[in-house]
């Protein structure tokens, strides 16, 4: 049961990243640039998260240990994703909403299954099988055919 909640939630997410590039792009259009519409976006993102964040650890009792953590992780992560919502609001005008979404899933697809291979970051191994780079394959050629027809 729980399988299927993580999964809805996964396909809600992956609609509000399709709701969030146009009105990012709408944005960036208005200011008359796509960088002050990240930092729009990105302002907003962190007032609520650290407002979240501060209510949640008070609620669970839990104390972040931030000095076990190695540097990079507090900016890696920042910076992939300035980059990402950037790219996202320059690329939805030019490409379209669908076909901006369907060449951005198939990045993470594809990375993920990179990923997944190595066991990167800790997490558990999985082989790169032939399901696996045929699911790939076909979502590269839907990708391809919603910008092209």
């Known amino acids: ?58 609620m669970q009792g839990v104390s972040s240990s931030w000095r076990d953590l190695p540097p990079w992780m507090f900016v890696a992560g920042g910076i992939l994703g300035a980059a990402f919502v950037t790219s996202v609001i320059v690329l939805t005008p030019k490409l379209g909403t669908a076909a901006t979404m369907g060449f951005i899933v198939t990045g993470q697809l594809l990375a993920g299954l990179a990923l997944d291979h190595l066991g990167a970051f800790g997490f558990l191994e999985r082989d790169l099988t032939p399901g696996r780079i045929a699911g790939a394959a076909l979502l590269m050629l839907g990708a391809l055919l919603i910008r092209v027809y």
């Open 1 to 58: 049961m729980m399988g299927l909640v993580w999964s809805l939630l996964g396909v809600l997410s992956g609609a509000f990243l399709a709701l969030q590039a146009p009105i990012n792009a709408a944005l960036g259009r208005g200011l008359g640039s796509p960088i002050a519409a990240a930092a729009a976006s990105f302002l907003a993102g962190s007032v609520l998260l650290v407002g979240l964040s501060l209510v949640l650890s008070q």
